[in-house]
């Protein structure tokens, strides 16, 4: 199984700058991510994608955060990374890593995994 942890949250003023990171690991075993996605969820609504690297490399962004966020990648250090920028309050949510990966134990599929959420807060 593939396990996520996230770092890199936490309180800055509005017009500042977080870079959040998230690396996988499968202890003993081979595996491979396939594409990587930031989700965020604020309180009271409803989880939305923020951004994603679909296999290829190529990135997509929800349009409230384009221009300010940027997701990029380390494929020697299975970490994926979602630079913030210019952050107003209403960035402020729990952030989600999301990775679609296969493993050595069933190379048949691939399978969704998720981090454990870091708090971004955006206040004065």
Same mark, same amino acid.
């Given at each position: ?12 003023? #509005? +017009?500042?700058?977080?870079? =959040?990171?998230? @690396?996988?690991?499968?202890? !003993?075993?081979?595996?491979? $991510?396939? &594409? ?6 604020? #309180? +009271?609504?409803?989880?939305? =994608?923020?951004? @994603?690297?679909?296999?290829? !490399?190529?990135?997509?962004? $929800?349009? &409230? ?60």
């Amino acid at each position: 199984q593939v396990q996520l942890v996230e770092s890199g949250g936490g309180l800055v003023l #509005p +017009g500042g700058s977080l870079r =959040l990171s998230c @690396a996988a690991s499968a202890s !003993g075993r081979f595996f491979s $991510v396939n &594409s990587w996605a930031w989700y965020r969820q604020a #309180p +009271g609504k409803e989880r939305e =994608l923020v951004a @994603a690297m679909p296999f290829g !490399g190529s990135t997509n962004y $929800v349009e &409230s955060v384009k221009g300010r966020f940027t997701i990029s990648r380390d494929n020697t250090k299975n970490t994926v990374y979602l630079q913030m920028n210019s952050l107003t309050p209403e960035d402020t949510a729990v952030y989600y890593c999301n990775a679609r990966a296969w493993t050595d134990e069933d190379i048949r599929y691939e399978y969704e995994y998720w981090g454990q959420g870091t708090q971004v807060t955006v206040s004065s």
